[in-house]
């Protein structure tokens, strides 16, 4: 099963920035090379949306909330995804999740993904 882990949220005033980790277990690098990875959001009363996701082939998504602002990265060989979150806004403010999709195809922030991990809060005061 696949193990999701994120970290790096925190508190920070608006325009401040913050990146994000999550380090993906039970892959090889080979194998994590070819996942699609995504970033996911939920705020309090809100439902969860899609922030971002990146494939294999390195081909990124964005939300349009988020565009100009966040950058999704990965390293393969630490199977690991980054967000690297600038000029945040407080209605950035929410728990933080990465997502792995099993599919190989269709990869964007709007896919369905399988595996989760637990979040990381971000707060972004005015």
């Known amino acids: 099963q696949v193990q999701l882990s994120e970290s790096g949220g925190g508190s920070v005033q608006a325009g401040g920035s913050l990146r994000l980790s999550c380090t993906a277990s039970?892959?090889?690098?080979?194998?994590?090379?070819?996942?699609?990875m995504g970033w996911f959001r939920q705020a309090p009363g809100n439902e969860r949306e899609g922030v971002a996701a990146i494939g294999g082939d390195g081909g990124t998504s964005y939300t349009d909330s988020v565009k100009g602002r966040f950058t999704v990265s990965r390293d393969n060989a630490k199977n690991a995804l980054y967000l690297q979150m600038n000029s945040l806004e407080p209605d950035d403010t929410a728990m933080y999740y990465c997502?792995?999709?099993?599919?190989?195809?269709?990869?964007?922030?709007?896919?369905?993904?399988?595996?989760w991990g637990q979040g990381t809060q971000v707060t972004v005061s005015s």
């Open positions: 997502a792995a999709r099993t599919a190989w195809y269709g990869c964007h922030f709007t896919a369905t993904f399988s595996d």
């Open positions: 039970s892959y090889t690098s080979r194998n994590y090379g070819s996942v699609c």
